[in-house]
Nanobody
């Protein structure tokens, strides 16, 4: 089973930026659709966006569109989530996962091989 590891979270002020990483050891992620999700305190996990495998096409949730960018690293085993203009409502644990269907989806049920998550806190 592939194990994904998220990193890059932390405490940032409103308006700041963070780049989260999703890495797989010894496994190429560029063959797979990768989704990013987040779970805010007291809320259900929600989709942030995803990146296609062969074409690299990205889709984003309306709540983050224009502020985040998902990209693949040159090492082919890493996917990034660049977040700009962060807001307090972006505070959440952020997760990456591999699509089981081969397609982007905003449903967590379409994904497996979840990482443990990385905490992002946006606060002044």
């Amino acid at each position: 089973q592939v194990q994904l590891v998220e990193s890059g979270g932390g405490l940032v002020q409103p308006g700041g930026s963070l780049r989260l990483s999703c890495a797989a050891s010894g496994f190429r992620l560029d063959y797979y659709v990768i989704g990013w999700f987040r779970r805010a305190p007291g809320k259900e996990r929600e989709g942030v966006g995803c990146i296609g495998s062969s074409n690299g096409v990205t889709t984003y949730a309306d709540s983050v569109k224009g502020r985040v960018t998902i990209s693949r690293g040159n090492a082919k085993n890493t996917v990034y989530l660049q977040m700009n203009s962060l807001k307090p409502e972006d505070t959440a644990v952020y997760y990456c996962a591999i699509s089981r269907t081969g397609y982007c989806s905003d449903s967590e049920w379409a994904y497996n091989s979840w990482g443990q998550g990385t905490q992002v806190t946006v606060s002044s």
